[in-house]
């Protein structure tokens, strides 16, 4: 009987109730459990990790929803598309792929804006561009390379606008131009070129503009125009060849357009009277 009275006495108060601690431990995990399953149903991305297709999201005003919805998402996303959301914003390292399941690019956000190195390729899987972000803008080296692997351009990004020297090639690995950038505007002396290795043309920029005496090649290396441009218009005397050599016009330029006399030569170097005259404001106005 003394046996029988201790075991009943571990589990019951001396009136005979049930022991109090136990209880309360009982009604503290009733409410946890109860809050859980409040926040699943409220938040189930959130609660459950959910995954989603790549296609089963819209983006609207810069957030990422799943479709007929209107809380934006939080998972992870796999398919064209792969990587993570959090409040509808990208978050770390992501990949996307084109649909012949070639990788197309790969880098990370951060809050939703690139951020660090990011790398583009071609449909063939040739790296095509590599560079850096800060804060969604592009900061930092930038090289791009044509389909066949070879290098296509070279310059530097600051705060998301070229910034100093710049240089592009042509897909043979010719020169096609080099100059500088300021906050994102061509700078200073530019020089293009053929395909072929031959100059194209060379002048300055200012302020994003042509500025100050240019000349003009054809691929022969045959001189093709000379003249002068003014906040980025021809203004001044110019002058055009053919190809053999042969005037083709010559006269002045204001504010970008033909204003005084000007005389137009077909290529066996007779006048061509549609274009021999004075001009104002770019029109014809006497022979």
């Given at each position: 009987?003394?046996?029988?009275?201790?075991?009943?006495?571990?589990s019951?108060?001396?009136?005979?109730?049930?022991?109090?601690?136990?209880?309360?431990?009982?009604?503290?995990?009733?409410?946890?459990?109860?809050?859980?399953?409040?926040?699943?149903?409220?938040?189930?991305?959130?609660?459950?990790g959910?995954?989603?297709?790549?296609?089963?999201?819209?983006?609207?005003?810069?957030?990422?929803?799943?479709?007929?919805?209107?809380?934006?998402?939080?998972?992870?996303?796999?398919?064209?598309?792969?990587?993570?959301?959090?409040?509808?914003?990208?978050?770390?390292?992501?990949?996307?792929?084109?649909?012949?399941?070639?990788?197309?690019?790969?880098?990370?956000?951060?809050?939703?804006?690139r951020?660090?190195?990011?790398f583009?390729?071609?449909?063939?899987?040739?790296?095509?561009?590599k560079?850096?972000?800060?804060?969604?803008?592009?900061?930092?080296?930038?090289?791009?390379y044509?389909?066949?692997?070879?290098?296509?351009?070279?310059?530097?990004f600051?705060?998301?606008?070229?910034?100093?020297?710049?240089?592009?090639?042509?897909?043979?690995?010719?020169?096609?131009?080099?100059?500088?950038?300021?906050?994102?505007?061509?700078?200073?002396?530019?020089?293009?070129?053929?395909?072929?290795?031959?100059?194209?043309?060379?002048?300055?920029?200012?302020?994003g503009?042509r500025?100050?005496?240019?000349?003009?090649?054809?691929?022969?290396?045959?001189?093709?125009?000379?003249?002068?441009?003014?906040?980025?218009?021809?203004?001044?005397?110019?002058?055009?060849y053919?190809?053999?050599?042969?005037?083709?016009?010559?006269?002045?330029?204001?504010?970008?357009?033909?204003?005084g006399?000007?005389?137009?030569?077909?290529?066996?170097?007779?006048?061509?009277?549609?274009?021999?005259?004075t001009?104002?404001?770019?029109?014809?106005?006497?022979?």
């Open positions: 009987m003394e046996r029988d009275i201790t075991k009943k006495t571990e019951t108060s001396l009136f005979g109730l049930p022991n109090i601690p136990i209880l309360c431990n009982l009604l503290f995990m009733s409410r946890i459990l109860t809050s859980l399953i409040f926040v699943v149903l409220l938040f189930p991305p959130l609660a459950l959910e995954t989603v297709k790549w296609n089963d999201l819209v983006e609207t005003d810069g957030l990422y929803y799943k479709k007929f919805t209107e809380v934006p998402f939080s998972g992870t996303v796999t398919g064209r598309g792969q990587g993570k959301i959090k409040d509808g914003k990208k978050v770390g390292a992501w990949v996307r792929y084109y649909y012949n399941e070639k990788l197309s690019s790969k880098g990370k956000y951060n809050n939703g804006k951020d660090g190195s990011w583009n390729y071609s449909k063939n899987g040739q790296l095509r561009w560079g850096t972000y800060k804060d969604g803008k592009g900061d930092g080296p930038s090289v791009g044509h389909k066949n692997g070879q290098l296509e351009s070279k310059g530097t600051k705060n998301g606008k070229w910034e100093g020297p710049y240089v592009r090639y042509h897909q043979n690995g010719k020169l096609m131009w080099k100059g500088t950038y300021k906050n994102g505007k061509q700078e200073g002396p530019w020089v293009d070129y053929w395909n072929n290795g031959q100059l194209k043309g060379k002048g300055n920029y200012k302020d503009k500025e100050g005496p240019w000349v003009m090649y054809y691929k022969n290396g045959g001189l093709g125009m000379k003249g002068t441009y003014k906040n980025g218009k021809k203004d001044g005397p110019w002058i055009g053919y190809e053999n050599g042969q005037v083709m016009e010559k006269g002045i330029y204001k504010n970008g357009k033909k204003d006399p000007w005389v137009g030569y077909w290529n066996n170097g007779t006048v061509w009277v549609t274009y021999t005259g001009f104002k404001n770019g029109k014809k106005i006497s022979d």
